[in-house]
């Protein structure tokens, strides 16, 4: 049988445009595969290879690959050359569907390996959508743990996604008040270890990145180290060793600015294995929890006097905690568990008194849990069933349901084609407690003409902007990243004395009101020119006549420097134009004078110009005016010749 063309990653057939089917038949998978061109997890008899590369500027983040017939095996390589590495994540998954993450301008390679020699696959590959619509306060942020696949803010209200974008792979994060997000990211690919902690990151409210912390880590650290805020602005990372382990955690705090506390804490040899983890509001204790004899226990520690207090809580047999123990401004513990096939959550006050019970249905996953920002209602993502993330939003006070809906999720990693999104049924759910602001780009860029590079002119710009006030010379650029999407924003010049000044704002706004919109790069070029106010030079010629018998003027010229050109940077005067000189002729002795002429001095370089005109008419004395005004390097005028003819009366 015929082999196909595309057999190794070099010859991979190009994906232009998406959506892309193929049709992959017995035929292709009748070569043994050559060395190390195949998905590991499994062995087909043969490869074809296809290849992608999103447009640089797109905003697809991610691509679904389906086989509707169940036949075909498939795995991501990422280029950029056509020697590939394997995406870990994206490896070997037979028949259904699966999500591959893009780089806008980098190659991404897919193999397709036929499981058996028999069958034909029919196979789609399409672009995952991206939402990025406004987030308002209280929009739940949802990450996945595999690099790679997308983390989406959802709409509290329906759980419609509203925004897509590129987040660290993690199972453990928090956000403060103040709207900053901590995330315990895990190893990008092609390293992915999904077992192992990668770094610290911080994120505005925005979700800019602040900052990236790895010096809090300790080796071999597990990317399921439980973290937790304090509710004001700080938060606290029990770093644990990744399981099994008898080493005891070792809680550590940042501040939302990124900075490391001072203080770390050796937590006793129970906290090995936590699970959960919060420190009080006033951080004075930390409890921790851990499933230890089939019971799940919450202990207590005290961060003051550095020794263990009276356990809060144990649930009692069968019971498994969960990832989120969450503190309440009065300081009562919310404590989630597992029992009996069904997720719950247990309110306790300080002192380990039950104060309520949260029943939030059916689970068959580690369900994720957060506090509204208002402080008086609870969100919960459970796992009814198989690929379905549940979302309930209860209050606090009684326990009654606000609102609930589904979801899909992507566990371990596949999904239905054509669908935007889908949460890991481990990762944390956060509610973001301020709006995120759809970010454009302003750059301000300052020319002068003439060119004068060492002429600094000084700007103001709106109290949105940082700095609002700066300084350009001819050629600098000021740059404000992350403006929020809106209208409003200005720069303006200080006055510059001896020069104008003009705007010009890319998207054709007005520097005092520049609106920018999501994503969008405006320029403000600000120009300024030496403005010109023109000095006019006029000579006049003595009287020319030959005893007041009729002449005929048939050629006047003007003796100067000629080639000189007009000066650069002058307000409607380009640069090496060419000078223009008036000319005035009177033929009656100067008291009345014919319709002015124009004659050209030359451009720069015209050396041999001339400089006259002809054919002036007849009088009997002639008095010639000649003028300049234009900006020339130099005007040197050295002489000026007139040829006559004489006439008979």
Partial sequence: MPVPPNTTPATAIAIT?????????????????????????????????????????????????????????????????????????????VGGAMMINTTPGTPLYL????????????????????????????????????????????????????????????????????GVLCLLGEPESPTWNANLASAITLYDTNLNLIATNTSLLIANQSSVSPMRSDGNATFYILCRLNSPSVTPGVLKTISSAGAPGATTWTLPVDSALAVGMAPSRDGTICYYSQNTGGHGIVHAYDLIGLAPLADL???????????????????DILVPYNSGGSAFVKRFNPAGALQATYNFGTNSGTARYAVDPDGISLWG??????????????????????????????????TNHGLTFGASASCPLIVLPEATALAGTLIVTKVTDPVMPSRTFAFDASETLTPVYFELQHGDEQTFEDVPAGDGYSITERAAEG?????????????????????????????????????????????????????????????????????????????????????????????????EIQMHAGAIGEYAARTFATNLGQGRDFVFEVSVSDPSAAWALVNAYANFQKGTS
């Fill in 111 to 178: 193999a397709l390996d036929g499981a058996t020699a028999t069958v034909t696959a029919d196979v789609t590959f399409d672009v995952i959508a991206a939402p990025n619509a406004p987030t308002p306060a209280g929009s739940l942020l949802v990450t996945h743990d595999v690099p790679g696949f997308p983390t989406a803010i959802l709409d509290a209200t329906n759980g419609d996604v509203l925004r897509i974008l590129g987040l660290p792979a993690c199972e453990i994060g928090d956000v403060v008040p103040s």
């Fill in 499 to 595: 020069w104008e000044t003009t705007y010009n704002v890319s998207n054709g706004g007005t520097h005092d009101n520049i609106t920018i919109g999501a994503g969008e790069i405006v320029t403000v070029t600000v120009t300024n020119t030496v403005p010109y106010e023109a000095i006019v030079r006029l000579r006049r010629s003595p009287h020319v006549n030959a005893e007041k018998i009729r002449l005929i003027c048939r050629r006047f010229e003007i003796d100067l420097q000629q080639g000189l050109g007009t000066i650069a940077g002058v307000t409607g005067i380009p640069a090496l134009a060419d000078p223009t000189i008036m000319l005035r002729v009177s033929r009656d002795g100067g008291n009345t004078w014919g319709d």
């Fill in 17 to 93: 445009s998406l959506p892309f089917s193929a049709t992959i038949t017995a035929a292709d998978f009748n070569l043994a595969p050559a060395s190390g061109s195949v998905s590991t997890c499994f062995t087909p008899r043969h490869t074809v290879w296809y290849v992608y590369t999103a447009p640089v500027g797109s905003t697809a983040i991610g691509m679904t690959v389906s086989d509707t017939s169940g036949n075909a095996g498939f795995s991501g390589w990422i280029g950029p050359t056509s020697a590939p590495v394997q995406i870990p994540q994206a490896c070997g998954f």
């Fill in 381 to 414: 993502m459970s796992f009814p069933s198989s690929g379905v993330s549940r979302y309930r939003h209860v209050l606090i006070a009684d326990g009654s349901t606000l609102v609930t809906f589904d979801e899909f999720n992507w566990e371990p990693g596949r």
């Fill in 313 to 331: 809580v144990d649930l009692g047999a069968s019971t498994t905690v969960g990832r989120d123990i969450l503190i309440l401004a009065t300081d």
